[in-house]
């Protein structure tokens, strides 16, 4: 089955660009959704279809998709960032949705 | 607005089965596909099962096929979950979405606020 790779943390001083990758074999021919999760919270859609954002998010918040790596890059990082985020794709080939393990993102 | 609140949560024993609910408000639920996806106490979300929009689609997780089953009754606006043979990893806070996208299944856009399964073993 189709498998998305996270890193488990990243940190991020305010002000600066955090980038969070999500790996999947040839990744780039999928397409990749992002969610925000805060601690009891239902997760939040921040990115769909690799690029898009929902109303209501940020232009901080951007994504991309290219070879076996699509990244989430929020910009300009707030303290009210601070969260996990998780990359989700459907597999066509299993008819599974896949989600990454997901990423806590640290506010220094 | 959108609602999605689901219910039926609990403490059951290993073996035993229990029966979850996600009731839909706020949106025409019969034109939606709709998911199952569940997290572990500490861990990250695991996809369990996805609906069709008329019911006639179903799809599962490995871990979950063959003991649960999801159903749903367009006409009470209701999703559900019925959970046989419960293990001890199954423990978790079960949440209900919408799925949207512009063709095939997507992303979610919208969560409920989960219900919480405990199986004791």
């Known amino acids: 089955s189709y498998v998305l790779t996270q890193p488990p943390s990243v940190s991020v001083a305010p002000g600066k660009t955090a980038r969070i990758s999500c790996g999947g074999n040839n990744i780039a021919s999928k397409s990749v959704h992002w969610y925000q999760q805060k601690p009891g919270q239902a997760p939040l859609l921040v990115i769909y279809y690799d690029i898009d954002r929902p109303s209501g998010i940020p232009e901080r918040f951007s994504g991309s998709n290219s070879g076996n790596t699509a990244t989430l890059t929020i910009s300009r990082v707030e303290a009210g960032d601070e969260a996990d985020y998780y990359c989700?794709?459907?597999?066509?080939?299993?008819?599974?949705?896949?989600f990454g393990g997901g990423t806590k993102l640290t506010v220094l | 607005q959108v609602q999605l609140v689901e219910s039926g949560g609990g403490v059951v024993e290993a073996g035993r089965s229990l029966r979850l609910s996600c009731a839909a408000s706020g949106f025409t639920f019969s034109s939606y596909a709709m998911h199952w996806v569940r997290q572990a106490p500490g861990e990250g979300l695991e996809w369990v099962a996805l609906?069709?929009?008329?019911?006639?689609?179903?799809c599962y997780a490995d871990s979950v096929k063959g003991r649960f089953t999801i159903s749903r009754d367009n006409s009470k606006n209701t999703l559900y979950l019925q959970m046989n043979s419960l293990r001890a990893e199954d423990t978790a806070l079960y949440y209900c979405?919408?799925?949207?996208?512009?063709?095939?299944?997507?992303?979610?856009?919208?969560w409920g606020q989960g219900t919480l399964v405990t199986v004791s073993s």
């Open positions: 989700q794709v459907w597999d066509s080939s299993s008819d599974h949705r896949v």
């Open positions: 609906i069709s929009d008329d019911g006639s689609d179903k």
């Open positions: 979405a919408r799925d949207w996208g512009r063709d095939g299944y997507n992303y979610s856009d919208y």
